[in-house]
């Protein structure tokens, strides 16, 4: 039986222990910190249950589904209601609901004609295919226009990565626009004419993924496989150094060394940085401690439902920098799933920071919770105080896809391809969302399990 040692145990971490002890693999999972599950943490208390960071996984590929059924949760799974499928954008001051179709886009507040002449237009832009990597605000700039991008695009791109679009780049931070407009020559037809290949695959676009949870929480995952790999997982191990032998890798942490065949790092980049990796060729992680994560606080409050004037029906909203406000968006988490709020009470669940105003997602628990709510008063019609208030900061949440990005990608594949047995996975490699890092820890698994 082949040994396997996994870094880290945040979802891919334990999401690849999990399938790798299912082929039969013996596997340790090191973890530096007290607990597993990474970002994912939930908590219940008084009636309320606040998640720590996201607050659902998109179903985007049939390999989740699987995974769930596989972990034994599907009678714990929630999926969003239907009710809460609005989604709102923020533009003169209020949050306007998405059009969710043609005529619908054609008839919103939210975009001048300009705006919407400029998405009609796009079919008809011609793709560009000089092999320059552009941000994707570069991209929208070129197939729609600055109001597109300043209103629109600006707020999606705060809800996915905290991010700057004129630094993320196309190709690394939104590799399926990029695909559009290479195989289709354009966005909008690619939308239409691309519909049968995804069937084929069986993949789903993130904007029509159904979106889920569980009865307690995001945090019932990481709980189950924990549970599930029982002693094979090392809390409060933080791995030094990994020295190549003659039969593998031997691991090196606090209190005690061991060898295994093979060795996967499904941590942070910038713990790959100073980790210290000695090989017949000499190996530098150095590199990876430049990219950018970007601290992101989420802040939790519950209020009484006559407290608030807007319905909070829907999914939630996404706020543009230009509109002027200092938190990210806003998750309607009551709307989204039963039982996370007590009757006559809703749940919100905000986020400040990012690349946007890096320095507001590192402010302390009570200013952060006046910064929301001086917001939260304007948008949504707030009254009083809060009766529920739980606040989580990330010093670096989310890593930063910017523009240059392949090159942490290529030295990746050339740590791999100089280094047998050594593999890498995880949000800083397959994409930064909860159903992107289950996906990264079910195909590494997959890979290495051929070897085991």
């Known amino acids: 039986m082949k040994t396997v040692a996994v870094i880290g145990a945040g979802i891919t971490g334990l999401t690849t222990a999990f399938y790798l002890k299912r082929a039969g693999a013996a596997v340790t999972v090191f973890e530096a910190g007290t607990r597993a599950g990474g970002v994912i943490q939930s908590v219940r208390k008084d009636g309320f249950l606040a998640e720590f960071g996201p607050n659902t996984i998109l179903e985007t590929s049939p390999k989740i589904k699987q995974f769930i059924a596989d972990a034994g949760l599907e009678a714990r799974k929630l999926v969003t209601d239907p009710k809460a499928e609005a989604r709102f954008l923020v533009r003169h001051g209020r949050p306007i609901e998405m059009p969710g179709s043609p005529p619908g886009f054609l008839t919103t507040k939210l975009f001048s004609w300009k705006a919407k002449f400029a998405v009609m237009r796009e079919p008809f832009i011609k793709p560009r295919r000089d092999g320059v990597e552009e941000s ?208 006559g009470h809703l749940t919100l669940t905000s986020y400040l920071g990012g690349a946007r105003y890096p320095e507001l997602g590192l402010l302390p628990p009570e200013k952060l919770i006046e910064t929301t709510l001086a917001d939260l008063r304007g948008l949504l019609g707030v009254k009083g105080q809060p009766v529920f208030t739980h606040t989580a900061v990330y010093p670096r949440a989310i890593p930063q896809y910017n523009v240059g990005y392949g090159k942490y990608r290529d030295l990746l594949k050339d740590l791999e391809a100089k280094n047998p047995n050594l593999f890498f996975a995880g949000h800083y490699r397959d994409g930064v969302s909860l159903g992107d890092s289950i996906v990264s820890g079910v195909n590494i698994a997959e890979r290495v399990a051929k070897l085991v």
């Open 136 to 343: 994707i605000g570069q991209f929208v700039v070129r197939r729609f226009n600055q109001e597109f991008l300043d209103h629109a695009i600006d707020a999606l791109v705060a809800g996915i990565y905290a991010g700057d679009p004129n630094k993320l780049s196309l190709p690394h931070a939104f590799p399926r626009l990029k695909a559009l407009e290479d195989n289709y020559g354009s966005m909008i037809k690619g939308q239409i004419f691309g519909a049968r290949e995804r069937k084929k695959r069986g993949d789903t676009a993130k904007d029509r993924a159904a979106k889920f949870s569980f009865d307690e929480g995001l945090q019932v995952l990481p709980d189950t496989l924990a549970a599930q790999l029982g002693e094979s997982l090392k809390l409060n191990a933080p791995v030094t150094k990994l020295t190549r032998t003659a039969n593998g890798w031997r691991v090196t942490t606090a209190g005690s060394e061991q060898e295994f065949a093979t060795v996967i790092f499904c941590g942070t980049a910038y713990k790959l940085a100073e980790l210290g990796i000695e090989a017949a060729q000499k190996v530098s992680t150095e590199a990876f401690a430049d990219i950018i994560y970007p601290p992101v606080a989420s802040v939790v409050l519950g209020f009484k439902r006559e407290d608030v004037v807007h319905p909070c029906q829907g999914f939630g909203m996404l706020i543009p920098k230009i509109a002027g406000f200092k938190i990210l968006g806003t998750i309607f988490s009551s709307a989204l799933f039963p039982d996370r709020a007590p009757a």
